[in-house]
């Protein structure tokens, strides 16, 4: 059992930033994939970033979504079982739920679909104004 716990949302200003954290129990957590999810009221959730294992302790593969590419990057600290989110230069659109996410699995052509993964964060709230 893994759990995820957020912190880190918040109002921010239009391209203003904002640093979303994630803790992770448990003691695989270094070979988990892990992933940044977004939902807003009324639509289904979207994938913002995945950072994956690939077999090297000190390689892991980053994703992005389109949306965000180049504004937002996702890291990990193995050490203290946390994966961050800095998201720069904001837009009123990224007003979301970001939800953390984690899996045991992972793919070497393709990120994760959300069913894929087992273990989810409780959300954390962020809102840009514009």
């Known amino acids: 059992q893994v759990l995820l716990v957020e912190s880190g949302g918040g109002l921010v200003q239009a391209g203003g930033s904002l640093r979303l954290s994630c803790t992770a129990s448990g003691r695989t957590f270094s070979a988990y994939t892990m992933a940044w999810f977004r939902q807003v009221p009324g639509k289904e959730r979207e994938f913002v970033s995945e950072?994956?294992?690939?077999?090297?302790?000190?390689?892991?593969?980053?994703y992005y979504a389109d949306s965000v590419r180049g504004r937002f990057t996702i890291s990990r600290d193995n050490a203290k079982n946390t994966v961050s989110l800095q998201m720069n230069s904001l837009k009123p659109e990224d007003t979301a739920v970001y939800y953390c996410a984690a899996s045991p699995l992972a793919s070497s052509s393709r990120t994760l679909h959300p069913h894929e993964y087992n273990y989810w964060g409780q959300g954390t709230q962020v809102t840009v104004s514009s």
């Open positions: 950072i994956t294992w690939r077999g090297d302790s000190t390689y892991y593969a980053t």
